[in-house]
Each structure stands twice: as C-alpha cells, then as structure tokens.
C-alpha cells in the first residue's frame, strides 16, 4: 500500500473488531491489502475499501492475514491451576444438575488454550468431564479456527508441556507433529467470535479466558470488548485476563478480585466508594465513574510530612542523608532520626518503611512486619511496603507469603525487576523451572539497557545491585 492512503483501511478495521495499527504494525496492514488486492484482481484502493465494507466475506479474508496466532499449551500455568482448582469448583457448587459448566476461551486462536482445558480437566475428574463441563474456543480468524478444530500440533506448541502430559492426550502422526487424542478432540468445539460484536450464539458462560489478546487494542476498544463479555458471564460468572494484561483492563466494568496472589474479575456488581480494601486491589478509575472499593483512596486534605520533604533545620538529617546512613548500615544512627520522626508523625509512610528495613536488618522480623503491614494499610499501592512484606517472609523461609508479596509488587509496577528477581529465586527454590527461567529472562530484558530502567521503588536500599543480579539471571539463563 506504497500508494494508497491507510487511514481509511484502519479505520474499517479497528470499527469492524477493534484491531489497532501504529506506525510499527502498518506494514502488516499494507502488506494484507496488496496481497488480497491482487488476488481480487483490484488495481484501485478505493474500489477494495468499497468491496470490503460490501462484502463480509473478503472482509474475513483480509482479517485472517491480520490476526497474530502465538500460543502454547499450559501457558501461564499458575492461572490455569487457579481455574481448575478454585473458580471451576466454586461454578460446579452453584450450578443446576443438568447443567453444564461452560468456558470460553475468546481469542482462542489455534486452540492450544482450550485443549489446555479440557486436558487439565480430564486430569481432575476424569470421565465425566463431558457430562460436567463445556469448552468452546471463539476467534475472529477463521482459517485459524479450522487448524484448532484439526488439532494437530508442531513442537513449539508444547514448550509450556512436559513430556507425560503429551504422551497422554496426543499421538504422533508425523516426525514433529501429534493429534489430540480421538477420544478427548470431540469435547472441544470452535466458533467465529467477534470481539466487540453482539452475539446470539453464544449463551452464559461460568468462565471466559481472556488472556493475551487485549494488547492488540486500545483503551477505549478494551473497554467495548469487556462490556461484550460481561454480557456473556453468567452472574457471579468470573473473566480472567493474562497477567501483564490485568492493570489495562481494569476500567471499571467489573470489580476485580485478588485470590492467593492472583487477579481475576467477578462479574458481580461494582461495590460503591468505600474505605480501600486489601483484598480488592484495582487502578483508580476516570472520575465520571464511581471508584470501586478497590480503588485507591483519594489523598488526605493535609498530608503528614515525611522524610522525603524539607525537614526543619534543627531536626534529624535529610532523607539523602539518612539514606547514605542506611546504605552503609549505620543502623544506630539512622534509626535515632526515624524515631524521632515517628514521636512527632506516627504515620509517615517513609520513615515507617525505613524502620522496618532496618528491623528486618536486625532479624527481627515480627516487629518489621508489623511495620511494613502498616504502611500497605495506609496505601495499598506502596512498592516499597510489599517489597518489604515479601522480603521478610523470604527471610523466614515463608515461600507461599513471599510470593503472594512480589506478586503484588509486580502487579502495582510490571517492570520491578527486583522483585521479578526474587520470584525466581523463589521458583528456582521450589523447583518450578519453567516459572523460574521465564522470571530471570524478564529480569535480563529489564536491565539489558544502560541506564538500567527505574525498578520503581523509592528506597533504593531495597534494590539488589543491578550488574550482580544481571550477571546471575543470565549465569541461571546459561548466557553468562
């Protein structure tokens, strides 16, 4: 499309089913166009846009050469084991005895996400998975559609599969290439699924996976796309997105749950402006909403000094100054300036985190939770407040608690890459490899650049050092 204006093809697209194009992904967009303008036989860009907003047909046919099919089975494993062992449980209690429950996985691609479910399924109850459930896969690419319903695999579909998983539910046809199972590929149906379309085909569903496709979409198409699909949920039905995906789909459609480290979201009602829940955990929504519960609380009208502002001059040191005292663990003497800042403002975030550092220096660690757990009740968005929590149960060799914590860090700031540091070292530990080297490959691409990229955290006591924990992640990732 060297010649033609690509505005009005984006903009037809991106009207029909949302997909975005910038300056990075035109070219695709322009490639699509000239390879189904020759095959047409249509020479002029015009009279094409006219055939594509005519002809839903070669409308499909330029989408299906736009849609982005990269997935795996098992992906994002620990989402997966937080829908087959508590929310499927939960939707089998509540539903009736004739019923089923349904899952949809939308944007479902080549389909290795909804055999994923029906394998992890059949491993918890067996033979009367099909009598108990339904797992249905939607995607706008239809020829992508045709390949999941074939269910033949390559290699690179299984690198998120260990080998006994595979030998169970695939044959091998050919070198490189297996089947599903002839008595599981039955149970999985296929369907066109148009994201921000309005759709009859498809009844109430318990559970609708979500994962690793809103990217593709902007904010306010991200917005249609979850009104489309709480309109599909049964009540009380649950929505789970892909884990970097979670903060950009919180725009206040549906309330957002937190269970063991982990984030869905309820299709329940949103809960009126209250105090800020700990258990619910959601970005500030756009002022002409109401604030869900989760929200973080607007700021107080006055707020208490801390460290970090102008102290007065015959006080305790500057935070600069306190903090070189931390770093070179001075703990005495800089714990002298943090109480005295405490008897004068009991609650100042930042002189509460710094004790409890110094507490966790100290190993006492009851005392520097009790801390830290202040500061995360005050502002359940403090970095630095969940660093510390997760910290001290590492320390304590409280795995469970210690990654629920750098979870949490990870969710408020994607791009901490200390505390995606310490869950790998967590995973590493637990022996969960396949979690432990995706964690140190995010920490490699987060410090690959020079300046190394803000982690975030305002203490910076709490930042390993970076040339140290680069050398390590790329030793543990076998590039060192």
Not at 215 to 228: G, K, M, T, V
Not at 295 to 303: L, Y
Request: aromatic share 8%; hydrophobic share 40%.
């Amino acid at each position: 499309m060297t010649t033609a204006d690509p505005e009005p093809f984006k903009t037809l697209v991106q009207q029909r089913c949302g997909l975005s194009f910038d300056s990075r992904t035109e070219n695709k967009l322009a490639s699509a166009v000239d390879k189904r303008m020759h095959e047409t036989n249509i020479s002029s860009a015009a009279l094409y846009l006219a055939r594509l907003d005519q002809d839903q047909n070669e409308f499909q046919a330029l989408i299906n050469l736009l849609t982005i099919n990269e997935t795996y089975f098992f992906r994002e494993p620990e989402q997966l084991r937080m829908v087959i062992e508590s929310l499927v449980p939960q939707r089998l209690a509540v539903r009736e005895s004739t019923q089923k429950v349904r899952l949809l996985s939308a944007g479902c691609s080549s389909g290795e996400e909804v055999y994923t479910l029906l394998m992890a399924l059949w491993e918890v109850y067996d033979v009367r998975t099909p009598d108990w459930f339904e797992v249905i896969g939607g995607d706008i690419d239809t020829n992508i559609l045709e390949r999941a319903q074939a269910a033949v695999f390559g290699e690179f579909s299984f690198r998120g599969m260990d080998l006994a998983r595979r030998q169970r539910f695939f044959d091998p046809i050919s070198p490189g290439r297996f089947k599903i199972k002839e008595w599981l590929a039955p149970h999985a149906s296929f369907h066109p699924l148009n994201l921000l379309s309005q759709t009859s085909n498809f009844s109430p569903f318990d559970v609708i996976l979500y994962r690793n496709v809103s990217i593709y979409f902007d904010a306010p198409i991200r917005e249609r796309i979850l009104r489309h699909l709480a309109t599909l949920l049964k009540p009380d039905g649950y929505l789970i997105t892909g884990s970097s995906e979670i903060i950009g789909n919180d725009l206040g459609v549906l309330p957002l749950i937190e269970e063991n480290g982990l984030f869905y979201f309820a299709n329940r009602p949103l809960p009126p402006p209250a105090a800020p829940s700990l258990q619910l955990v959601a970005k500030p929504v756009r002022a002409s909403q109401p604030p869900p519960v989760s929200s973080r609380p607007p700021p107080a009208q006055k707020q208490p000094p801390t460290l970090e502002q102008p102290p007065p001059p015959t006080v305790q040191p500057s935070a600069p100054a306190l903090e070189t005292l931390m770093a070179e663990q001075r703990f005495d003497e800089a714990l002298l300036a943090i109480d005295a800042e405490l008897a004068r403002t009991p609650q100042a975030g930042h002189a509460l985190l710094l004790k409890s550092y110094v507490l966790l220096e100290r190993r006492q660690f009851a005392a520097a939770r009790t801390l830290a757990q202040q500061v995360v009740e005050q502002d359940s968005w403090s970095l630095d407040g969940w660093m510390l929590l997760g910290l001290i149960a590492k320390w304590e060799n409280d795995s469970e608690t210690a990654t629920a914590a750098f979870k949490r860090v990870v969710y408020i700031q994607p791009d901490c890459w200390p505390a995606h540091y310490y869950l790998a070292d967590l995973y590493h530990a637990a022996d969960e490899s396949q979690l432990a080297q995706r964690a140190w490959r995010v920490v490699t691409r987060l410090l690959e650049n020079s300046p190394v990229r803000p982690s975030g955290l305002r203490l910076a006591i709490l930042e390993p050092p970076a040339p140290t924990v680069r050398y390590l992640c790329r030793h543990r990732l076998g590039d060192a």
